[in-house]
């Protein structure tokens, strides 16, 4: 019988550092899964070219912490309740006029204004007449606004005739935002975004838009009106939509 061949050093140095090496590989790949961001849902819009999600949240409790450092900003928020409270108050107004004019919102109007922060459009809706108004922000002010998360919305379905929001920057699952936007809409209902297309919104933004298309992808269950541009802090587009009168759980039915 032979005797067998002594391995070589070289090939036992080679066995060892792989086994020490494993290991290493393993714990970076556990730390990246960690670290990694839940995606949207829709991970094919968010990742294209007319709408991109901002990196960097390494949970959603990191972003809404994120979110609360600008809502619970003392100076900004001082600012909003004094300085900039009729202000706004008096370009929202404008806002809202106009699309009563256009047959768009009424005084009859059940209304919901989206990341309201104080509140200041939620007062101008009253002002103008639709007294039947409210607001959502992660931070409640009241009794304007309550508090509500707008990737959750605490509301049932159909409960609103009309959406504002000028914060649709701020959503870091786009298509979250809409949906529930389009869950709470009644059938005929209408939704009102203010965005900035021109230029890029402010470092608490989540995502940047680039042009309504991705807008239009998003809103499944609605025709879009129509888009003008428009000067709101920052915001320069406002687009129109409004949910189908016959929802998608009918059409699935019939």
Known sequence: MKATQPKSPIFKYFLVSIFLTLPLLLLFSLKAAV????????????????????????????????????????????????????????????????????KLLSNESKALCIGARVGQEVEALKRVGVSDSVGIDLVPYPPLVIEGDFHRQP?????????????????????????????????????????????????????DLFS????????????MV?????????????????KNVKSLNAIQRS
Not at 212 to 223: D, G, Q, T
């Open 155 to 207: 509301f049932d379905d159909e409960t609103f005739d009309f959406e504002f929001s000028n914060v649709f920057d701020h959503a870091l699952y786009p298509d979250k935002f809409v949906m529930e936007i389009e869950r709470t809409l009644k059938p005929g209902g209408v939704c009102v975004l203010h965005v900035a297309l021109s230029k890029r919104a402010d470092k608490y933004s989540a995502n």
């Open 212 to 223: 309504v298309k991705p807008l239009v992808k998003l809103f499944k269950r609605s025709e």
């Open 35 to 102: 670290h990694t961001p839940p995606l949207p849902q829709n991970v094919a819009l968010a990742e294209s070219e007319d709408l991109r999600i901002r990196p960097g949240y390494s949970s959603y409790d990191a972003y809404i912490q994120r979110q609360l450092n600008k809502t619970l900003n003392p100076k900004l928020r001082t600012t909003w309740t004094t300085r900039d409270w009729d202000r706004k108050i008096q370009v929202f107004a404008k806002f809202f006029d106009d699309l009563k004019q256009e």
């Open 226 to 242: 129509r888009v003008r541009k428009v000067d709101g802090f920052g915001l320069d587009t406002e687009v129109v939509f409004r």
